[in-house]
């Protein structure tokens, strides 16, 4: 960007179109052109957003000391292209701390929506913003990710029991693929093998796949299309996906701060609420970050949403899905370059969940339906050291 040139230029051409303005005169008083953006590789992200933010600070108050010039002078077209290239070069500091910010934000565990610029929001599974680029615009990208631990305690490997006894940990193990608690022997263990899979489909939709490999079995994670923003703010997303609700639910288990998932998923959802449906994310034009969701399931959850249908002893009710609908909220007030800040909220409701309990005496049957709700909140703090040393 070399304004330098360019502005001397069109200073001249409108004084020379101006009658009553010396155009020498004009020179003399116009501020010295805006110096193109400068990126030092090694300044640190912290330093590097404490000049920015200097250097927009000293061109706002350059751009109110033109704007209080003499009507005379202010007036003119060389002192509004001057005002011009001041507020396009603070639009472009700006922009450059927005992606400071975002870059800060984006090191957040499991971070992001493909619409979330703020990369508050577990990772977008593209890489790219949620878009697919030119270098995979026609073959999908490939990942394998391996998800290994290394286990030992001291009772003998029994303290996974311990965990596995807790209250609805039994009922809903069959719905974690792999990740519950007490799925680990003491030694190394192979959880799962991630392979995923994401390309785009035409100009408008992109595609994602996530294969987790475990044992002698393959199940299909996620299995999703998503559209590319069309319409600014709104995106649709339609097939097996992990719901948006709290903030752990869309992570996979390699994204997870700690070996097991966090219990209120565990014993609620068995692991993760994932099921296959519609949701409807919408970013609104709004001074903070607001992220709303809405999301149609079939309702297979075996913690709140089960569908044991009438081919039981107990001869269910047979429903049609959608049976499962939630919506959250994310709000991230901006808190500095150096920090992010989330608050969530979710809801859900079930319209149907059947319940079969086979004993010694007669099996026990329950339908109706389920209603749940949380809240949720997350701060990072970057450091804007290497390696993240000091986060």
Request: no cysteine.
């Amino acid at each position: 960007m070399t304004a330098t040139s360019l502005f001397l230029f069109t200073a001249i051409a409108f004084a020379a179109l101006s009658p009553g303005l010396d155009a020498r005169a004009l020179q003399e008083q116009a501020p010295p052109p805006v110096a193109p953006l400068a990126t030092p590789r090694s300044e640190p992200r912290s330093d590097r957003v404490a000049r920015l933010e200097g250097e927009r600070r000293e061109l706002l108050a350059e751009v109110a000391a033109l704007r209080s010039q003499p009507v005379g002078q202010a007036g003119t077209a060389a002192f509004e292209a001057r005002i011009a290239e001041l507020e396009r070069r603070i639009r472009e500091l700006e922009s450059e701390l927005a992606k400071l910010r975002a870059d800060a934000l984006r090191s957040l565990p499991g971070t992001q929506t493909p619409a979330d610029p703020t990369g508050l929001q577990p990772a977008d599974p593209f890489g790219q913003g949620g878009q697919v680029t030119a270098g995979n615009a026609f073959n999908p990208s490939i990942s394998v990710i391996p998800d290994g631990v290394y286990y030992n305690d001291d009772r003998g490997g029994g303290a996974t029991d311990i965990i596995g006894g807790a209250a609805g940990f039994d009922t809903h193990a069959a719905e974690t693929g792999g990740h519950g608690h007490g799925s680990v022997e003491r030694g190394f263990n192979l959880r799962e093998l991630e392979v995923s899979f994401s390309g785009s489909v035409d100009p408008y939709f992109d595609a994602w796949a996530v294969l987790a490999v475990s044992g002698a079995e393959i199940e299909a994670e996620e299995a999703f299309v998503q559209t590319r923003q069309f319409i600014p703010g709104l995106q649709v997303k339609f097939g097996k996906f992990f719901s948006g609700i709290g903030y752990m639910n869309r992570q996979h288990p390699h994204q997870w701060d700690f070996v097991d998932q966090a219990l209120p998923y565990e014993l609620l959802f068995g692991g993760a609420l994932n099921e296959v449906g519609v949701q409807v994310n919408w970013l609104p034009s709004l001074p903070i970050y607001t992220l709303m969701g809405f999301e149609a399931l079939q309702g297979e959850n075996e913690g709140v949403a089960q569908h044991l249908g009438p081919d039981t002893a107990a001869s269910f009710a047979d429903r049609a899905g959608p049976r499962l609908f939630t919506g959250f909220v994310k709000v991230s007030p901006d808190v500095g370059y150096s920090g992010a800040l989330q608050f969530g909220a979710s809801l859900g409701h079930s319209r149907l969940h059947q319940e079969q309990h086979d004993g010694d005496a007669e099996p026990e049957a329950l339908e109706g339906t389920t209603t749940f709700f949380g809240l949720d909140a997350v701060y990072r703090y970057d450091s804007g050291k290497q390696w993240g040393a000091g986060d």
